[in-house]
């Protein structure tokens, strides 16, 4: 059973930094690809970054330059350092495993003054 376990978010000020992590297990993690998503009050969830087992990675336009995704395939482990939040980048954040449905808990990110 894939579960994915999110944590590091928190209260934050504009243009602070936050790094979030996620803990995989029940996959074969260096093999699989992983992603961050986000979902704000109201809105959909969204996509936010990923990273494929090879290393590489994409992003959200909107995360270009400000965050970037990493992986420990020793660890079983993603985290996302998010540099220069802004108030719009408040939101809940989750990790997935790109190639199941299942979702984590998430993390709650909140950007204020």
């Known amino acids: 059973q894939v579960h994915v376990v999110e944590s590091g978010g928190g209260l934050v000020q504009p243009g602070g930094s936050l790094r979030l992590s996620c803990a995989a297990s029940g996959i074969t993690f260096s093999n699989s690809a992983m992603g961050w998503f986000r979902q704000a009050p109201g809105k959909q969830r969204v996509w936010v970054a990923s990273i494929m087992s090879s290393g590489a990675t994409s992003y959200a336009d909107f995360a270009k330059g400000r965050f970037t995704i990493s992986r420990d395939n020793a660890k079983n482990t993603i985290a996302l350092q998010m540099n220069s939040l802004k108030f719009e980048d408040t939101a809940v954040y989750y990790c997935?495993?790109?190639?199941?449905?299942?979702w984590g808990q998430g993390t709650q990110v909140t950007v204020s003054s």
């Open positions: 997935k495993v790109l190639s199941f449905a299942s």
